[in-house]
């Protein structure tokens, strides 16, 4: 059984520029703080915000918590800088936004060539031209630090002229491509935000649809969100008992050489298996975070 990546649950972008923010967050119950240089951040305080981020970075204090720093784009006055600072900072990962095409990450890639090599590449999908090209862009996982995409409802609701509504009807088959490409070369995958933090039932609904659609978490922008969204993504005790009847019943000699039993009066194979061993993997590794 290929190990699961580490719990991504929840990832909570905060502005790099609030220092109560980013001292709230290293106490926060998310799985990954990112903070952001870029859109929650106003142009005049970009130097600024960089700079917090990096000094918050080599500081530490993040505890279990992944810590990426989302840049701006490289075509931005900011890019170049943002990733230079980053390279060195002791962050987990960059998240680059608005990449549109293979030869936007290995751009990203060449300006990360001094960084150590645990340094994970991390990318937005939130642009129309992304969208066309999932699968030559995941097909960079292999040979680029690239391992994990985050979706970017917001931006391309905007570049769609599309309606986020509470169904996420107009995202569903992009968000289900994604999915598809990204699984294909092995790349992790985290849901884009909900922008409306005061409506928890909202936020709920809309973290079921990503975990029913095959992410392993979702970007969050208020603590409010966190404790929810870890809960929509944690493996359900009822899942786990199945997980582990499944387990125990091909464990069992008569079953040694079947490829398909039943288990509580459902069919199962040894893809369900391995699918049981997983999500039994998941819970283990949620329960070492404390
Ligand atoms: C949306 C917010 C601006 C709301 O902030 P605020 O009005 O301060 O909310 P509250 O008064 O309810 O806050 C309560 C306390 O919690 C702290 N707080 C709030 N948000 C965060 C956070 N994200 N991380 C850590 N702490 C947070 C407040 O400071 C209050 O603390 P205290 O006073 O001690 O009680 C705000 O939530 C916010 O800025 N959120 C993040 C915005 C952001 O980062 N946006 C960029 C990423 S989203 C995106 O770009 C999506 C993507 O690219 C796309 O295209 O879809
Ligand atoms: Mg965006």
Not at 260 to 278: F, P, S, T, Y
């Amino acid at each position: 059984m290929i190990a699961p990546d580490r719990p991504r649950r929840s990832a909570l972008y905060l502005p790099a520029s609030n220092a109560k923010a980013l001292a709230k967050a290293r106490s926060l119950p998310a799985d990954v703080v990112i903070l952001d240089l870029e859109d929650a951040v106003a142009p005049e305080m970009k130097a600024e915000a960089r700079a917090a981020a990096v000094a918050a970075a080599r500081e530490g204090g993040f505890g279990p918590r992944e810590l990426a720093i989302r840049a701006n784009a490289l075509d931005t006055p900011w890019g170049a800088d943002d990733l230079a600072a980053i390279a060195t900072s002791g962050a987990d990962a960059v998240l680059v936004p608005k990449v549109s095409t293979p030869a936007d990450i290995l751009a990203c890639e060449a300006a990360l060539a001094a960084a150590p090599p645990g340094l994970q590449l991390w990318a937005m999908i939130e642009t129309c031209t992304a969208v066309g090209q999932l699968f030559d862009l995941a097909a960079l996982a292999g040979s680029t630090r690239l391992s994990l995409w985050v979706m970017g409802t917001n931006d391309l609701a905007k570049e769609m002229r599309a309606q986020l509504t509470p169904d996420r009807a107009a995202f569903l088959p992009i968000l289900t491509q994604a999915v598809c490409a990204g699984r294909a070369h092995g790349l992790a995958l985290l849901d884009g935000v909900c922008n409306e933090f005061r409506d928890l039932a909202l936020f709920r609904a809309e973290a079921e649809q990503g975990l029913l659609l095959g992410f392993e978490g979702k970007t969050v922008i208020h603590p409010a969100q966190i404790e929810p969204c870890n809960a929509v993504y944690s493996p359900a005790p009822a899942e786990l008992d199945r997980a582990r009847a499944i387990i125990a019943a091909f464990a069992h000699p008569d079953n040694a050489t079947k490829g398909a039993i039943q288990v509580d009066g459902k069919m199962v194979e040894r893809l369900h298996l391995e699918q049981a061993q997983r999500l039994v993997a998941v819970a283990r590794q949620i329960a070492a975070l404390g």
